[in-house]
């Protein structure tokens, strides 16, 4: 199982939070977008603007995405999101986010995404490409 | 089986969209937000800002959502989003979240809500309260 | 001065408001853009996504925006928002957002945008176009 | 002129732009907030969420909001947001917010905010109050 994880930390904002006072739940989905940009980056060292062109794709297609609400997150808090690929398969692959405030797991996330590239005879048609192994081994 | 569904048409706008000219995640849990209050509203004739007041609770907090993208969305798309409760447990219930476009679904979505109320003995504690059944029955 | 008023009616949404209760600005932006795309096509019968194509441009880019908040406007507020041309320049026009609440006005809004091409002898350079006189006259 | 200035760096992110693949204007909005309160914590040593209960306040609330978009900002831009109250008036003041990239202004903003409190005499009223005058001391 990949074990690089990638962290930060950020502080929940006013606009992240609806009337209840706590952050409305598609923003969380948001963090989760980018905490997966940022945790290839992290292992690659290609910025999220070059990956598509520097591995010859069109992107990590997000397929899904889930979340588990298991704390209220309020204005002002100080959370940490951990995001990690859990599995790699030929093409797709589940990144795993949790985010957790002084320790304790909040939001229990994540996403199927997939390896997408235009095919090779037809420029046309975009599809699941395989990872080639040298990424799958910088998540290592 | 509850039955009653909500149905609303929408389309997609431009600051809905992505660099990739799709509707980005996040957008989707906005809107299977706002269809979980408009079902409702439809089956229970309950203003969304009057719900918690009419029923003495403090809200249908979410404590779970998910989504698998099956095609792309795209700016200007026509969509139908289909609400519903599938099941009602005893204070908790879950809704799906279809959205179709020309038929075809799109985007398999679902949500799991807990009615939320103060404790009776202590208001400063809020927690799962009992789904009331002429509330249940309204989704007959 | 350009008198086509385009008006559509809104109910705020849970996930546009603050923990104050009221729509967080930035949902107001949104609005007005998508109410820009609206207005241009029911003035010119061609749907935002075809835009460019039909006319040959790159789009109508937002260079600025701005907004007077002169009522809160809360969760469940049956709002109209009313947008109208209310000036074209050679290459250029702003756009008035009136949002009202039972008639009384909540928020002043305004765009300003630009008619945007790619230039003809150096398709890699973008910048402002002509408004044809046929676009102006649909909106008199 | 008040001269004290709060500065935070973000690289933008894929969430936050449209199909153009640049930042959709109503983000901008969400970080003048956002820049706002991180400006008053800077200033006056005191978090967001606890500004209200501190100075016996409501809040800062925002009654205006502007912005020109110079150049476009686009999908993993690093951007510098530069924010300042640019004047205090009796009970409200204005906020200016600068965007640059590698030190060329990209976005001109502004926001108009009033110190806004529960009138004294009828807790039920809520308006503009006078901002204390060792506030707008730390802003010096």
Known sequence: MPSFTFRRQLTIEWGQCDPAGIVFNSRFFEMFDT???????AALGVKPQDLG??????????VGARAD??????????????SRVSEFRRSSFDVEHKI?????LAVDGGESRV???????????IG?????????????
């Open 35 to 41: 905490s997966s940009w940022l945790l290839f980056e």
């Open 53 to 62: 062109r520097h591995f010859g794709i069109i992107g990590i297609a997000l």
């Open 69 to 82: 609400f298991l704390k209220p997150v309020r204005f002002g808090a100080a959370i940490e999101i951990a």
């Open 100 to 104: 957790t405030i002084a320790g304790e």
């Open 115 to 125: 390896w997408t590239a235009r095919n090779k005879d037809d420029a046309d048609k």
């Open 128 to 140: 699941a490409a395989p990872i080639p192994a040298e990424v799958i081994a910088r998540f290592g």
